[in-house]
């Protein structure tokens, strides 16, 4: 079976600062990894994805994340956050014999301060 | 760009009603799933469809629960008897046929039974 664990509920970061929410996951087989973003009220909305080829990706938003298959994570990035940024943000595994649904972690709320 | 579309956005229902949440897919998408998220949880898989029929489901997704495609675009889930612990917001979801394509979420129906 597949699951995610994102390390922290919370993240509060100020303006301009980097912004990193962890991920790791667990698989038997190659994942698919996966980070969706929602803003209240909303739907997911996709930021990035991890299928195969080059382990760095890079999403919308100026955000970017690294598969590391050694250390099963797949941590998001963005070098410098902006007030906009702050929402809930979901990592997401499928793959294998999961049938294609997506597995979520629990979420990570990011604050930007001022 | 073509979305997912969900409706009512909010659906309030005593306890022991039916409900119908309705969903209209992406066109060209031929995968469906429906997702639930308790306020302050997670988001958690309930099923998902393919070929006019139920693919895979999860233990929350129990005989109170059903879902169809009636039509060549709409996809509904039905709760047949609601209880207080069903209220949530419900998603819906669409992929293409390739098995590492993203899901596309609807917004999202929040469901609230008193």
């Known amino acids: 079976a597949q699951s995610v664990t994102q390390l922290g509920s919370h993240v509060s970061v100020s303006e301009g600062a980097l912004v990193l929410l962890r991920c790791n996951y667990s698989s038997s087989v190659p994942p698919y990894l996966f980070w969706y973003v929602q803003y209240p009220n909303q739907g997911l909305q996709l930021l990035l994805k991890?299928?195969?080829?080059?382990?760095l990706v890079k999403g919308i938003n100026g955000f970017e994340a690294e598969f590391k298959k050694s250390e099963t994570s797949f941590h998001l990035t963005k070098p410098s956050a902006h007030m906009s940024d702050a929402a809930e943000y979901f990592c997401?595994?499928?793959?294998?014999?999961?049938?294609?649904?997506?597995?979520f972690g629990q979420g990570t709320e990011l604050s930007v301060k001022p | 760009e073509p979305e997912v579309t969900q409706t009512p956005s909010h659906q309030v229902t005593q306890m022991g009603q039916e409900v119908i949440l309705r969903c209209v897919p992406i066109?060209?998408?031929?995968?469906f799933y429906w997702y639930r998220q308790i306020l302050g949880q997670k988001v958690e898989f309930l099923v998902s469809f393919y070929n006019n029929e139920i693919s895979e489901k999860s233990e929350i997704f129990d005989d109170q629960f059903s879902v169809e495609r009636p039509d060549g675009s709409n996809f509904t889930l039905k709760i047949r008897s609601t209880k207080l612990e069903d209220s949530a917001m419900y998603f819906c979801?669409?992929?293409?046929?390739?098995?590492?394509?993203?899901?596309?979420f609807g917004n999202g129906t929040r469901l609230t039974v008193t």
């Open positions: 997401a595994v499928s793959g294998g014999n999961q049938g294609g649904k997506l597995i």
């Open positions: 979801a669409s992929r293409v046929t390739e098995y590492n394509s993203p899901l596309h």
């Open positions: 066109s060209n998408h031929l995968y």
């Open positions: 991890y299928t195969t080829g080059a382990t």
